[in-house]
């Protein structure tokens, strides 16, 4: 195998690898491999980055190996990425199999992508583990989201128990869903703690989970969320949900922006040694 340059990138504490264009791309295998902590590189997904006339075309893979049609966080890096690499000047389209964002910079640092939301609110969906139930809203920002409000602090929330029972559970069908715990301590901010699916675990950040818990928040009304939304996750760094007309986010053509940080950590060459290695134990319930 021949080295394969990289970037490592991160949205907001969500670590991903990007191959920019790539003689090929790589195969499940490799991106499992790559992904996997401790024994490769580690990275929350790769993305794949190519240049498409104006603009860049971004294929997204979760750690798993497999593709997912969106991440915005990782959206965000890609945007980040095609202005460092000089692909643009301060703004560019990203497309993605769920769509084609715009993204520009938003001040050092930071990049903000705007999105045309689905104009279809929440949906409340109660949900049984081991006879308790669970009242939450369904929520598809590209992909599947399902939003639990946890009022007491995050601190205690049973993400990796919880997030893990509810990611597989049968109302969710073969696909599954991500789960996110989200407070809102006063108005106009959320805090949020996602399981994502395809990670298997809790990121330090996911952007289509703060979309979905903020367009939650809105539309359950009752003060506890207003735009523009500041969101603290658990990595520590705080995002901005905003939309376009505010008094109507479910409109029809109404744009949503997520703004956050978004940086390039590192550059090199993947080698061999980085795709081998032991398969995880049955018991450790990795792929």
């Known amino acids: 195998?021949?080295?394969?340059?990289?970037?490592?990138?991160?949205?907001?504490?969500?670590?991903?690898?990007a191959l920019a264009e790539p003689a090929e791309d790589p195969t499940a295998e490799q991106i499992r491999a790559w992904c996997r902590r401790g024994v490769s590189l580690g990275?929350?997904?790769?993305?794949?980055?190519?240049?498409?006339?104006?603009?860049?075309?971004?294929?997204?893979?979760?750690?798993?190996?497999?593709?997912a049609d969106l991440c915005l966080n990782g959206t965000r890096c890609a945007v980040r990425l095609a202005l460092h690499l000089g692909w643009c000047a301060d703004r560019v389209?990203?497309?993605?199999?769920?769509g084609a964002f715009r993204g520009r910079a938003a001040g050092p640092g930071r990049i903000a992508i705007?999105?045309?939301?689905?104009p279809i609110a929440p949906r409340l969906l109660q949900v049984e583990i081991e006879r308790e139930r669970f009242d939450g809203w369904f929520v598809q920002v590209g992909v599947p989201h399902y939003v639990l409000l946890w009022p007491e602090g995050l601190a205690e929330a049973p993400?990796?128990?919880?997030?893990?029972?509810?990611?597989?559970?049968?109302?969710f069908a073969a696909a599954g869903t991500n789960v996110d715990f989200v407070r809102f301590p006063?108005?106009?901010?959320?805090?949020?703690?996602?399981?994502?699916?395809?990670?298997e675990a809790e990121t330090l950040s996911c952007g289509t989970g703060v979309l979905a818990g903020a367009a939650t928040g809105l539309a359950l009304g009752g003060g506890t969320?207003?735009?523009?939304?500041?969101v603290l996750t658990a990595g520590g760094f705080a995002l901005e949900v905003d939309a376009a007309p505010r008094a109507e986010p479910f409109a029809p053509g109404a744009r949503w922006t997520l703004t956050g940080d978004a940086r390039l950590l590192a550059r090199g060459e993947l080698l061999p040694e980085a795709v081998r290695g032991p398969a995880p134990p049955a018991w450790t319930g990795a792929p």
Request: proline share 3%; charged share 25%.
């Open 159 to 171: 993400v990796a128990t919880l997030g893990a029972a509810l990611r597989r559970h049968d109302a």
């Open 114 to 118: 705007d999105l045309t939301f689905l």
């Open 1 to 17: 195998m021949e080295p394969i340059d990289y970037f490592k990138v991160s949205g907001s504490g969500n670590d991903f690898l």
């Open 93 to 98: 389209t990203v497309e993605t199999p769920a």
């Open 225 to 230: 969320a207003g735009l523009p939304l500041a």
């Open 186 to 199: 006063t108005r106009g901010l959320m805090e949020i703690r996602t399981y994502e699916r395809g990670v």
């Open 43 to 67: 990275a929350d997904g790769l993305f794949v980055l190519r240049r498409r006339g104006a603009g860049v075309a971004m294929d997204y893979f979760n750690a798993d190996g497999l593709a």
